[in-house]
């Protein structure tokens, strides 16, 4: 079976609430009407009733008019639209007297019909509303006086109206069916829009985005929403594009100089000073490649932040004695001074391994751009609710239009001036990334030619 679209999903489904409203509208309107009928004959009746019982008087058990000629003449030449029946009859419902306009027919008197209420009944093929009223002498009913009238006209009017109610019901549905279809058709055109936006999107067209509707309403909201998403994604793809082709530049410039070097190695003989020289470099580069294959698994392990934390207490002071003590070799090359302002023993909670990488990067960092007998400073202090840590070096520094990229992957600051400092530009985008794992806040201040702060804020 096909599927209804959606827009005729919504028509269908406003159509069907609509139907039971209008089906409940027009039963009570008939119920109305009908209503409003009967009070009208009820009421006629109770005037004929009225009416009648001031023209009789009961002598003897016997039941007489007080002016029969008159009456029956009165009866006789009156013309009313619907007009009453009357009939008096004894205590066993036998006939004493009928108006002339019941002719030959005559009204039934129902022994099981209660006292002075209506009722409908038949006159031969006639419906009618009928009423008994009985008549005393004294305490004894001695006959009863009948009143009905016709309910044919009224018979009719009800019927009419109930044809035009069941003949107007579906062409008004539908009728309804098309307005809410057209009135749905307008209300998700953004869906057409995100439907055909959709459709034209692909991984080489990622800037085309929804037109927001006017009306800020749900679709407003969705319409928002994907484009926002759009955003994402767009976001993301070109920072893989660039990741991919910056990763391809790195690791192909340490394989391009190993190749040319070993090139150059063979072609001549060479004394072995100078084969070692060039093996030499060629291992230097090797483990260049290996520092930056290592950094990419990293951040590649680390970019949907779902690693598993291995939370623990750890000492920040031993954590940064271990990190400079590793790094004892390159500082005493440097001959940097290390300076350590620990007032007493700080622990943290949280992963030791990760927050390991973070405190090392900025620290080889810090010896990587510090000068010859530059100096570094440890500090750690604490406020009310943070730890803060603080590692400053006096190197080169940071120019200020840099500072906002120096966390994008591969980025290094004005690395032309200063080709004797290798890097991959990797470090500091690791350290970012931790630590918004971590949930440390991370802030850098530099000024060129006078160092760089970096500050670690630990929740307590």
């Not at 008159?70 to 619907?82: A, E, G, P, T, Y």
């Not at 998700?188 to 995100?194: A, D, G, R, Y």
């Not at 990797?426 to 201040?445: D, F, T, W």
């Amino acid at each position: 079976m096909q599927q209804l679209s959606f827009k005729n999903r919504i028509a269908s489904n406003y159509l069907i609430s609509t139907a039971l409203l209008i089906s409940v509208v027009f039963f009570v309107i008939y119920s109305i009407v009908r209503y409003s009928v009967y009070i009208k004959v009820n009421a006629d009746i109770q005037s004929e009733v009225v009416k009648h019982l001031k023209e009789i008087e009961v002598k003897e058990n016997c039941v007489l008019l007080v002016r029969e000629e008159q009456w029956k003449s009165i009866q006789f030449n009156k013309v009313d639209v619907s007009p009453a029946f009357i009939q008096f009859v004894d205590e066993l419902g036998a006939l004493v007297e009928k108006s002339p306009n019941l002719k030959q027919k005559q009204l039934k008197y129902n022994p099981d019909a209660k006292i002075n209420e209506l009722f409908d009944t038949k006159l031969e093929n006639i419906s009618v509303r009928q009423i008994q009223v009985p008549l005393y002498q004294g305490t004894k009913i001695i006959g009863f006086l009948i009143v009905a009238m016709s309910l044919e006209d009224s018979a009719m009017v009800l019927n009419n109206l109930f044809t035009i109610l069941l003949v107007s019901f579906p062409f008004i549905l539908i009728v309804l069916f098309f307005i809410a279809r057209f009135i749905a058709g307008r209300s998700i055109k953004p869906i057409s829009s995100i439907i055909e936006t959709s459709n034209i999107i692909t991984k080489d067209n990622l800037k085309s985005r929804i037109p927001l509707p006017q009306n800020r309403d749900e679709l407003f909201t969705l319409s928002k929403t994907i484009n926002n998403l759009l955003d994402r994604v767009e976001n993301a793809i070109e920072r893989e594009k660039q990741f991919t082709s910056d990763a391809s530049h790195e690791l192909r410039t340490p394989l391009a100089v190993i190749k040319g070097t070993l090139e150059v190695l063979i072609r001549k003989p060479r004394n072995p000073e100078e084969y070692k020289d060039k093996i030499d470099f060629c291992i230097s580069e090797v483990n260049r490649l290996n520092h930056l294959v290592d950094e990419l698994l990293l951040l590649a392990r680390f970019e949907n932040q779902k690693q598993t934390l291995k939370e623990e207490k750890v000492s920040l002071n031993a954590l940064f004695l271990d990190i400079i003590s590793r790094n004892s070799s390159t500082i005493s090359d440097k001959k940097l001074k290390c300076n350590l302002h620990f007032a007493k023993d700080y622990y943290v909670h949280t992963d030791s391994y990760l927050l390991s990488i973070i405190v090392n990067n900025i620290l080889t960092n810090a010896i990587k751009y510090s000068k010859q007998k530059d100096t570094i400073n440890f500090e750690i202090a604490e406020t009310s609710d943070t730890l803060v840590c603080t590692i400053t070096d006096t190197g080169i520094g940071i120019a200020s239009e840099d500072l906002q990229k120096i966390f994008n992957q591969f980025y290094r600051s004005k690395s032309n001036e200063h080709p004797e400092i290798k890097g991959t530009g990797l470090g500091l985008s690791i350290v970012k990334r931790l630590c918004l794992l971590l949930q440390i806040e991370l802030q850098i201040e530099s000024k060129e030619n006078e160092g760089t702060k970096v500050i670690l804020k630990f929740k307590k």
